[in-house]
């Protein structure tokens, strides 16, 4: 299923929506919970981004998995360390995006009484913290 697209190897196609998407949920879910200015601007962006971006981190690893197994490409050394990176993409991106989905409903809720402090900044602090983890593993499975 994450073979080809159109005869096409999938990995190398789907790896530059996950380069895309990845680094926009980082820069509009930081927007989002780092800028009170522009929360109402780019909420929907980061919601959106928040569901798309982990669909192509997801997409990306799995046709590099399967990339791997049919050109039958031994699983050690730089190609090891390139699937765990991959697969480091995704979860920090899966982490991000829960964060920002519970930071967006957490402030958009409208039941009369704000959210409690200290759980906005517990949500800011783990989106921030997987922002930087994102980056850092989208950089390093590129290198």
Excluded: C
Excluded at 9 to 32: E, W
Excluded at 82 to 105: E, K, P, Q
């Amino acid at each position: 299923m994450f073979e080809e697209i159109a005869g096409l190897p999938m990995h190398p196609l789907t790896v530059h929506a996950a380069v895309v998407f990845v680094p926009l949920l980082v820069l509009v879910s930081l927007a989002y919970a780092l800028v009170p200015k522009v929360r109402p601007k780019v909420a929907w962006a980061a919601v959106t981004l928040a569901v798309i971006a982990p669909i192509t981190a997801a997409v990306a690893a799995l046709s590099g998995d399967a990339f791997q197994q049919r050109r039958g490409l031994p699983l050690e050394g730089a190609l090891l360390d390139h699937r765990n990176v991959g697969y480091g993409v995704l979860f920090t991106t899966l982490l991000l995006a829960v964060a920002t989905l519970a930071l967006v409903w957490t402030r958009s809720r409208s039941t009369g009484s704000p959210p409690p402090g200290w759980l906005t900044v517990a949500l800011t602090v783990v989106l921030v913290i997987a922002a930087i983890g994102a980056t850092v593993t989208v950089v390093v499975a590129g290198h």
